[in-house]
């Protein structure tokens, strides 16, 4: 049934019945970027992978592709999870009785119906809870109560998703029964960040959340008063492994060397909560509007490739699929770099490239700087997606964004339109057109 | 049985059942206010009038007086609507489903189970509803798309709040099915703003909600893009009209005029999106512990009163019924003067007194002076439940604090002690300190 359901889906939602709805032709304008993710953020919303609204961008993606005027378009399907939010309430039960402010953890279990009521045991961070004996974890509900601060790289971001990450096993390994994590997040806004959690399939799955920072200030207060207090949390997420989403790939053919790709990408999908502005609305705007600018001014000689990866946010499902169908033809990947850190001003230019090809990056860097981006080193990260290409050998390079902000709305319902400046992402879109404009005209290997 | 429910839910939840309940007791330190909010919004939180809330904060209140030595403490009962938060879900159907951020408006009616299905009226201010055509309007949802801008006075607030208060009694008028305003605030964060609505009894009472302002400025783009877009509301609340409540009332008995009253007020009740540090936890704090500081000091000749009032945000019913039971009194009030606009710093002393009193106004704006205070003018508001006593001719003065960032917060979930600045706070018992003493020391007549 499971399959004959698939079937059905894959047959009502096939991105080729969706082929003649009609786009809105956007002018090939310096504000492009801008208008796409209006239009994407508008007209689609949220957009988690195997949901309508995913199927629904899929098909977005492509008209708009097609109406730039790409040369080629086409989408490449894969297998997913797809991960549905339910119900989720978290509630002081005694001594003082209130709501908390919660999101479910993207892949986090349900409680079953009538709930878990436990009292509740406090670390101050992943390392702590790892520190921590059986006897005074078990079945309680674990909060993990670890803030984050703000910086321009995000740097501290790794430092603190651990406890989103894998808080549920190492809790579940030593008997809990449910964990809350501090949000991983910068804002005293009253918004839970949700993000990616995993099971570990030898370890109980328990159910874990987030509650927004003023709500794990709340939970702290209560616990100082009442180390008894107890809580009560009931959820009903779903889970299927089987659905059907897609990477939508766009070209711009090369003139001269048509089998040598330039890519630049960004992720397609979203969380559920927002409408996916900053994440990742902004880049997939960005590289659809480059592409679209640099075809106006001529075909560039390498083939420029913009793919929109499919679910990122569920764990780069779409970059593995695309690796391993285009393996043979990585070696043709001239370079790859994605823009997925929000929609702040471009600051600085870094790049994996070979030795002999560093030369190159400096003279991208100094055309970039005019546009206040500094020079950084050749140890790129290449951005979520493309880092999987990275691994197998593909160049790659950094158009790093000012991230101070990021972190207050990543992953929230406050994911919006209006927080990105359409100024600072003109900025971007003028650094995207110089780097990928002096790749695709070069003929330079920036493997060597 | 409505009335032996009631007569029930009063034995189970009347004050002196909880009145041995221990309070932590808090230091007279000039970091009483802040203690007081912590502790509120902690230990009670949400407190709409009615409900469980209410009455913990009724028994808070009374505890804390108490144990902060007020020499009486009482409670004055008082029937009052209780409005009850249901679920609430408003989707956009076609062309671009997704789901908008809302929040029921206070006193709305829930709609039918299966919600109602419409496309949607857009106008720009409810002045512009007015002047609509009944055919513009009939069997549509209005959507009113008011924007409000920020000050230090809040002084906006006025101009876009007539939208929430009597929008859908307007909108009804021309044949709406439903009301959906523009938050009345003025942050860009996605959290719709609550607050009182009312009918009309002459007509329809149909539903009434606010979405958030990025979800306004979606809603708007969708309209531009998609005129015939259809919507969804599902929202169930209930409301009854005879719930019991309290005023709490706690006094620093005079030493030389005990009968002639000084009346520092805030309002115990808030909206039940958030924990109301703001609106208005700061307030009881700040009166709270001027009260109890002052007597630290020795018992003032005029005697101080503080009113902690209940349903304020339901249209100061806790107000009225105060000036009611106390109407022969009111010649004895010398002066009134309320806490309700936050936690900011107060910039401004305003009065309305008799004019031979105005130099006494003067000496107390110069002790104000180095708080950074500057001298208003004759004409104080007085505060939102004192208003009523102004009215009754009872003198008022303003400690007006600087609400810029006040309607970023106002009725949302985003209302929490983390928005409460302890320095600020300070500075403002510190003003209150020095205007009660004065007034409670002074054997002036305010009214002449």
Known sequence: MKNLHNLLMLALFTPALYANTPVQPLPLSPQLAYQLVESLTTEVGPRIAGSPGDRASVQWATSQMKSLGFDKVWTEEFVTPYWQRGQARLEVLTPFPQSLVLTALGGSV???????????????????????????????????????????AGSQYGKVV???????????????????????????????????????????????????????????????????????????????????????????????????????????????????????????????????????????????????YGNEEGGLVGARAYAAR??????????????????????RFETRFGASALPFAKQIQQQLAPLGIEAGGNDAFGGPDVSVLKALGVPVVTLEQDGTDYFDYHHTPNDTLDKVDPAALEQNLQAWLIMTRAVANSALDLRK
């Open 162 to 308: 651990g406890a989103r990450a894998k808080g549920a096993v190492d809790a579940a390994r030593l008997g809990a029964k449910a964990l809350i994590i501090r949000s991983v997040g910068t804002s005293a806004n009253r918004f839970a960040h949700t993000g990616k959690m995993s099971y570990d399939p030898a370890v109980p799955k328990i159910p874990a959340v987030a509650i927004s920072a003023p709500d794990a200030q709340q939970l702290a207060r209560i616990l100082q008063k009442a180390p008894e207090a107890k809580l009560k949390l009931q959820m009903d997420n779903q889970q299927t492994e089987d659905a059907i989403s897609h990477n939508v790939i766009g070209e711009i053919t090369g003139s001269e060397r048509p089998d040598e790709i330039v890519l630049i990408g960004a992720h397609l999908d979203s969380w559920d909560q927002g409408t996916g502005a900053l994440d990742d609305g902004a880049g997939v705007g960005l590289v659809m509007a480059t592409a679209a600018l640099l075809k106006k001014e001529g075909q560039p000689k390498r083939t420029i490739r913009v793919v929109l």
């Open 326 to 347: 285009h393996a043979k033809e990585l070696s043709k990947h001239v370079l790859a770099s994605e823009s997925d850190f929000g929609a702040g001003r471009i600051w």
């Open 110 to 152: 349900g409680t079953p119906a009538n709930g878990i009521d436990a009292t509740v045991v406090q670390f101050d961070s992943l390392e702590a809870l790892l520190a921590a004996k059986p006897e005074q974890v078990k079945d309680k509900i674990v909060f993990i109560n670890k803030a984050m601060t703000k910086d321009r």
